[in-house]
């Protein structure tokens, strides 16, 4: 079956980094675009980034742009979003996505946390 597995996430100080990791299995990676989300509490589910099936196309949101860069190794299976300059308001559970055929899957998700 499908799987979807995050890792990375933890407590960070301002300005600093984090690579989360999506690894993923039961599908062919490398037929499916990725996408990375997260969320906040008491807010909705926000897509950050997205990256096409062989990486050349790749789309953040405006919050994080030019902070973020989202990237996958096929051969690995696994998606990639690396995270500088991070700030509180990135503090979120990030999750990774992918579309297979006509049905969406999520990983059980990785807490980021900013704070000093």
């Known amino acids: 079956q499908v799987q979807l597995v995050e890792s990375g996430g933890g407590l960070v100080q301002p300005r600093g980094s984090l690579r989360l990791s999506c690894a993923a299995s039961?599908?062919?990676?490398?037929?499916?675009?990725m996408r990375w989300y997260r969320q906040a509490p008491g807010k909705e589910r926000e897509l950050v980034a997205d990256?096409?099936?062989?990486?050349?196309?790749?789309n953040y949101a405006d919050s994080v742009k030019g902070r973020a860069t989202i990237s996958r190794d096929n051969a690995k299976k696994t998606v990639y979003l690396q995270m500088n300059s991070l700030k509180p308001e990135d503090t979120a559970v990030y999750y990774c996505?992918?579309?297979?055929?006509?049905?969406?899957?999520w990983g059980q998700g990785t807490q980021v946390t900013v704070s000093s």
């Open positions: 996505y992918a579309a297979v055929g006509l049905s969406a899957y």
């Open positions: 990256i096409s099936r062989l990486g050349g196309r790749r």
């Open positions: 039961g599908f062919t990676f490398s037929n499916s675009a």
